[in-house]
């Protein structure tokens, strides 16, 4: 939460900085008209008072109330007998080396000159599995002089003893170590060693070893926690040409800029950020893809052509592009409005019939329908975009469909300050704020209101000493009402 600094002619005290924290929220009430709900009215409490020693009569109670109930009734400890007829005279732990009796005893509620409960001995049992260090855990019992003996039978989980890498030149221990995520004296599986292999396979493609093979190994006859990773890293592969072919709307260097796969810098640093990473060549075909869809070439494919050089280094990547025809808008149909007529909607749009397809332009006229629902109080409008290409050739209809949700008024706006309650403090934040009780959310507004209290020199915005100013909109559901607006459709 924001903490208000040199607030008006007083500074705050430093060290009472973060006693100041403020956060405005609205509280708004839902619907066009506000219903003007019942307010509950306080009845007369019933009954009338006895005489002072209770009862219901002027003599008292009959007998006077044990000592358990008495306790009970002023909730107080609930005095009840433990369950179990026999006592536990001994609990006894088997089983285990590496984990001690303590830390086992710690978990167990069944402990000597306690009555014996099966259902006590269960529920240690649960505990126990859950510590995580057990691959199987039972009990058994005994009766023996002076009551129940209960022995917990335990086998511990394996540990990992050392872990071993051979093989790695181009990468050191600690960094496959970091990326492996296991060490020694964690548990010993094979799912967790597996995992760990294939951790180490994706670091080296990540870093250009894309022909890099990882075997794991678990145990050997003088230590079965041991676990050895097998590396044969071969070639660190470099990007030595780069190329884009087919495209005749974007020219290659511009193409170039928006995939994240790079040639030698400049035609002339070989090793300068060209490693190979063969997940991001098949990110940046996607990448393509789309930004030819956006562009309107809504058929368009992208594929790509790895070729290597005879010492298997060095990787010249070709990315082919089949751009297909230029789709343009055919149609434009808009659906779910109620509350705004389609003729005041379709006038916000700046993607119109007979344009050019264009995703940006499509992205923006759904934020513009989305915020124009917003500044009439319907906050939680939402606008879902939708493309149908037709049977004629490249044409595509565009369907909006607008679910518009509830419009919402403002019921009560708030200031919120941790420490001291300042009036002049509270004013100030509400001049920074333009809405007012009664009136319609605007969602725009809120925006630029929330953005003038991170601008204001009131307020601290240094994240590290405190959350930075906002305003939050909290529905009150008591306050909700079904009504929507009687006059119809209406313009923005």
Do not use: C
């Amino acid at each position: 939460m924001p903490l208000l600094r040199n607030f008006g002619p007083r500074n705050l005290d430093p060290s009472n900085r973060f006693s100041t924290l403020v956060m405005l929220a609205l509280v708004v009430a839902f619907s066009i008209g506000f219903s003007n709900s019942a307010q509950a009215q306080m009845g007369g409490m019933g009954g009338g008072g006895g005489a002072p020693g209770g009862g219901g009569g002027p003599g008292g109670p009959a007998e006077k109330p044990k000592f358990r109930d008495f306790i009970h009734d002023r909730g107080g400890i609930d005095v009840h007998r433990e369950k179990g007829d026999a006592l536990v005279a001994a609990v006894e732990i088997r089983g285990n080396r590496r984990v001690s009796d303590h830390r086992i005893e710690q978990e167990l509620r069944t402990r000597p000159d306690r009555f014996y409960d099966h259902d006590t001995v269960l529920s240690d049992i649960h505990r126990l599995t859950d510590m995580g260090m057990f691959d199987h855990v039972t009990f058994e019992t005994e009766k023996v002089q002076g009551g129940m003996k209960v022995t917990f039978l335990v086998t511990e989980s394996p540990v990992i003893t050392q872990v071993i890498y051979h093989g790695n030149q181009g990468i050191n221990e600690r960094e496959l170590g970091g990326r492996a995520g296991i060490t020694a004296n964690d548990p010993l599986s094979v799912f967790s060693v597996e995992s760990a292999r294939r951790r180490l396979v994706d670091y080296y493609k990540e870093e250009g070893f894309n022909q890099a093979t990882v075997d794991s190994t678990i145990g050997t006859d003088n230590s079965p926690g041991e676990v050895i990773f097998r590396i044969n890293e071969g070639p660190k592969e470099r990007i030595s040409k780069m190329r884009i072919l087919g495209s005749s709307i974007v020219s290659e260097s511009r193409l170039k800029k928006i995939i994240t796969s790079r040639g030698p810098f400049g035609g002339f640093f070989p090793y300068a950020n060209n490693k190979a990473d063969l997940s991001k060549i098949d990110k940046d075909v996607d990448v393509l893809a789309a930004y030819y869809h956006n562009l309107g070439f809504l058929t368009a494919t992208v594929g790509r052509r790895l070729e290597y050089d005879r010492s298997g280094k060095w990787l010249s990547v070709t990315f082919v592009v089949n751009e297909g025809p230029r789709f343009r808008v055919n149609e434009i149909q808009i659906l779910g409005n109620e509350f705004i007529q389609e003729e005041s909607l379709r006038n916000r749009l700046e993607l119109k019939s007979g344009d050019m397809y264009d995703g940006t332009l499509l992205r923006r006229d759904v934020g513009e329908l989305t915020y124009g629902y917003g500044e009439l109080g319907f906050i939680y409008a939402e606008v879902e975009p939708q493309t149908v290409m037709r049977d004629e050739e490249n044409i595509v209809d565009l369907v909006y469909k607008i679910s518009e949700g509830d419009r919402w008024r403002v019921g009560e706006i708030r200031v919120n300050i941790d420490g001291e309650p300042d009036l002049m403090r509270e004013t100030t934040m509400l001049n920074l704020v333009d809405l007012r009780e009664g009136s319609f959310i605007n969602r725009r507004l809120l925006e630029l209101n929330r953005n003038r209290l991170e601008r204001s020199a009131l307020l601290e915005t240094n994240p590290q000493i405190a959350d930075p100013p906002d305003i939050k909109v909290i529905p009150r559901e008591d306050n909700r009402a079904a009504m929507r607006s009687s006059g119809g459709s209406n313009d923005y």
